[in-house]
């Protein structure tokens, strides 16, 4: 009876379970094309961070890890695996997948580790590769990937002028939801293989026919990415931070959302300064 370790990682690794099993049942190779896993290359001079790497390829060699580093729980190690973050202890042996959540801080530890990983992966991906709308002057940018066939999509792009105008840029990037061997997928590389695809994109999104086009394309690079930041279903909304919003939300709601980050972001105004006590007045 074969082992059900490789198959608990293929429920939460998408992008190394995705594929077909050849003869010998064990998962196909990943795609040769996807962006290095940037930080993982120091791993053997931390013996912690080795070990960690070391037990999710003993449970399946093919494995692709995305981000290994300190993790909020003590004793605990932090990776990202298809678009999942998960717990390595110290010692190699255990393994925790799942939400780490602060009580007392009322925060999701495991979003900053994924907030990374997207950062570091949508960042491979130039504009010249994604399909932009935006203002003259954005004050936020944010990446979205999107499906033509997506009724959420749909929606999102006939507001994409109130995007706009409220000073948020959308730069689309492709995920073909129906997956590579579908005709949502060849319909995608055609928009992207468009001398205008900006207008193929909202002629697609309008339910019109897509013309039939081939080149050399991104879209499976873009599909294989979206996994790999937690892709769970479109459009999904992915800030400058590498902040993930909670799926669909109309202009003025991602605008205040964004200002809220943005708020949070900024550093406290210090305190004004008092004279110490005796220093001010006369003598």
Same mark, same amino acid.
């Given at each position: 009876?074969?082992?059900?370790?490789?198959?608990?990682?293929?429920?939460?690794?998408?992008?190394?379970?995705?594929?077909?099993?050849?003869?010998?049942?064990?998962?196909?190779?990943?795609?040769?094309?996807?962006?290095?896993?940037?930080?993982?290359?120091?791993?053997?001079?931390?013996?912690?961070?080795?070990?960690?790497?070391?037990?999710?390829?003993?449970?399946?060699p093919r494995i692709e890890?995305?981000?290994?580093?300190?993790?909020?729980?003590?004793?605990?190690?932090?990776?990202?695996?298809?678009?999942?973050?998960?717990?390595?202890?110290?010692?190699?042996?255990?393994?925790?997948?799942?939400?780490?959540?602060?009580?007392?801080?009322?925060?999701? /530890? !495991?979003? =900053?580790?994924?907030?990374?990983?997207?950062?570091?992966?949508?960042? #491979?991906? $130039? @504009?010249?590769?994604?399909?932009?709308?935006?203002?003259?002057?954005?004050?936020?940018?944010?990446?979205?990937?999107?499906?033509?066939?997506?009724?959420?999509?749909?929606?999102?792009?006939?507001?994409?002028?109130?995007?706009?105008?409220?000073?948020?840029?959308?730069?689309?990037?492709?995920?073909?939801r129906m997956?590579?061997?579908?005709?949502?997928?060849?319909?995608?590389?055609?928009?992207?293989?468009?001398?205008?695809?900006?207008?193929? /994109? !909202?002629? =697609?999104?309008?339910?019109?026919?897509?013309?039939?086009?081939?080149? #050399?394309? $991104? @879209?499976?690079?873009?599909?294989?990415?979206?996994?790999?930041?937690?892709?769970?279903?479109?459009?999904?909304?992915?800030?400058?931070?590498?902040?993930?919003?909670?799926?669909?939300?109309?202009?003025?709601?991602?605008?205040?959302?964004?200002?809220?980050?943005?708020?949070?972001?900024?550093?406290?105004?210090?305190?004004?300064?008092?004279?110490?006590?005796?220093?001010?007045?006369?003598?």
């Amino acid at each position: 009876m074969k082992s059900l370790l490789p198959m608990l990682l293929c429920a939460f690794s998408l992008t190394a379970c995705a594929q077909a099993p050849d003869a010998d049942g064990e998962v196909a190779a990943a795609s040769a094309d996807r962006p290095p896993a940037q930080g993982l290359a120091t791993a053997a001079e931390g013996s912690v961070d080795e070990r960690a790497i070391q037990a999710l390829h003993s449970i399946n060699p093919r494995i692709e890890v995305d981000h290994i580093g300190p993790a909020p729980l003590p004793g605990f190690r932090e990776a990202v695996v298809g678009g999942q973050v998960i717990y390595i202890s110290d010692d190699g042996r255990y393994l925790l997948q799942g939400a780490l959540f602060d009580v007392v801080e009322k925060k999701d /530890l !495991s979003q =900053a580790g994924m907030a990374e990983v997207r950062r570091r992966l949508l960042a #491979t991906v $130039p @504009v010249s590769e994604r399909i932009v709308f935006a203002p003259e002057k954005p004050e936020y940018t944010v990446s979205v990937f999107t499906d033509i066939e997506c009724g959420y999509c749909r929606k999102l792009h006939e507001d994409i002028a109130e995007y706009n105008r409220l000073g948020i840029a959308v730069e689309y990037l492709a995920f073909p939801r129906m997956g590579p061997a579908s005709q949502d997928f060849r319909d995608m590389v055609s928009v992207w293989c468009a001398t205008d695809r900006r207008a193929a /994109l !909202s002629a =697609a999104k309008q339910g019109r026919k897509v013309t039939p086009r081939e080149c #050399t394309n $991104p @879209v499976a690079r873009h599909h294989d990415i979206g996994r790999r930041v937690g892709l769970t279903g479109t459009p999904m909304i992915v800030t400058e931070d590498g902040t993930q919003m909670p799926g669909y939300m109309p202009p003025a709601d991602l605008r205040a959302a964004l200002d809220r980050l943005a708020a949070e972001a900024s550093p406290a105004p210090a305190a004004a300064a008092t004279p110490a006590d005796g220093a001010a007045g006369s003598r």
